[in-house]
T-cell receptor, first 111, second 115 residues
């Protein structure tokens, strides 16, 4: 079956790194995504990684993928107040296929 | 990047009435669109896959007679919530893949409130 799990809350001090973890069950997942949703807003794609990659870095964002353990993480370096949002881990089998979302991790920034 | 719009952005309707939500791809053609529903503080749940020129494919547990989907053109899919009830109040979001791109594009969402 298809299931994506992630912790619901994370509190981080401003300036520290945030690490949001996710596990998925479908071994045929090919595309793994991280989306950001701010209150009352739509979804913003932050980054994605293919299942044949181990790591992807994009400015402050680092995605690590452990395909064997079906574990995905998103690291946000130098966390800022503007990073406060809900972060969704998601997966799909094909580029044009439905996307299965986790429940989202609410990131709270402490001053 | 490509743009997907939704209309309306917010709608309030009375219980028992029907509401139509539009999802448009503005600068590309979309043979497939996806409809999601998001309850407050919850995740996005896929409701159905909208296919241009053919019937939509509904996820398990989604009533196809209640949530009517029409994908009549390559740029427009509509979701009609029939005989709406307060429990249908939710945030409805559509998405569309773009040929040749890895990213799917999401609409800004429609917040439906049924009173």
């Amino acid at each position: 079956g298809e299931d994506v799990e992630q912790s619901l809350f994370l509190s981080v001090r401003e300036g520290d790194s945030s690490v949001i973890n996710c596990t998925y069950t479908d071994s045929s997942s090919t595309y793994l995504y991280w989306y950001k949703q701010e209150p009352g807003a739509g979804l913003q794609l932050l980054t994605y990684i293919f299942s044949n990659m181990d790591m992807k870095q994009d400015q402050r964002l680092t995605v690590l993928l452990n395909k064997k353990d079906k574990h995905l993480s998103l690291r946000i370096a130098d966390t800022q107040t503007g990073d406060s949002a809900i972060y969704f881990c998601a997966e799909s089998k094909r580029r044009d296929d439905k996307i299965i979302f986790g429940k989202g991790t609410r990131l709270h920034i402490l001053p | 990047g490509a743009v997907v719009s939704q209309h309306p952005s917010r709608v309030i309707c009375k219980s028992g009435t029907s509401v139509k939500i539009e999802c448009r791809s503005l600068d590309f053609q979309a043979t497939t669109m996806f409809w999601y529903r998001q309850f407050p503080k919850q995740s996005l749940m896929l409701m159905a896959t909208s296919n241009e020129g053919s019937k939509a494919t509904y996820e398990q547990g989604v009533e196809k007679d209640k949530f009517l989907i029409n994908h009549a053109s390559l740029t427009l899919s509509t979701l009609t919530v029939t005989s709406a009830h307060p429990e249908d109040s939710s945030f409805y979001i559509c998405s569309a893949p773009v040929a040749g791109e890895y990213e799917q594009y999401f609409g800004p969402g429609t917040r439906l409130t049924v009173t």
